[in-house]
């Protein structure tokens, strides 16, 4: 499932509309098997330049958020928090981006907090969104500060927090976050 058609997309992916009625979409994206395996062997580079390629043209992060945003520049890391030494983050828009992604690596059973928190700007507690860590191949796509929402990622309280955090944009964001 490494090149992704539209129709494919169409039948298969959660709607544009739904994005844009709650700014975020969680769905399953599964790990092509060369990422699969670079997973188990924890070969982080190996990781990295995947998700270089499938954020690349034809590739299959750059078919699935395509379909909601046009995007020619992309950034990604691997962002790693362990229970040790992890901080509470604080609420932050992602700039000038113009959509985000995290599409989790999550495989550690014993993790606990480091849940991803989203909201509209100036919404209530009530509003918010918690995204408690999904297991590895969860997608989740949001909407950033251009379209008025912010995030944060709460301490990991047990255990190690992995994903893939990403950001797209048309033209070349602000490099300042
Ligand atoms: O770790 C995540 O799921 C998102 C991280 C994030 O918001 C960021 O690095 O800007
Ligand atoms: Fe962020």
Not at 101 to 126: C, I, M, P, Q, V
Not at 140 to 149: A, K, S, V
Request: hydrophobic share 35%; aromatic share 10%.
């Amino acid at each position: 499932m490494d090149t992704l058609d539209k129709a494919y997309l169409e039948q298969n992916l959660p709607s544009k509309r739904l994005l844009e009625e709650r700014g975020y979409l969680k769905f399953h994206l599964p790990f092509p098997s060369e990422l699969a395996k670079a997973l188990e062997l924890k070969d982080w580079d190996k990781i990295d330049q995947l998700i270089s390629n499938y954020l690349c043209c034809g590739g299959i992060l750059n078919s699935v958020i395509s379909y909601y945003q046009d995007f020619s520049h992309s950034e990604h890391i691997i962002a790693i928090r362990e229970s040790e030494t992890d901080e509470n983050g604080i609420w932050h828009d992602d700039g000038s981006r113009d959509i985000a992604f995290t599409w989790s690596l999550n495989t550690d059973s014993n993790l606990a907090g480091g849940e991803l928190l989203f909201r509209k700007k100036g919404a209530s507690e009530e509003e918010l969104t918690t995204f408690t860590p999904p297991p590895k191949e969860t997608l989740i796509i949001f909407l950033t500060g251009r379209d008025g929402y912010e995030h944060k990622v709460n301490r990991v309280k047990a255990g190690t927090r992995r994903t893939i955090a990403g950001w797209c944009s048309l033209v070349a964001p602000n490099w300042s976050h």
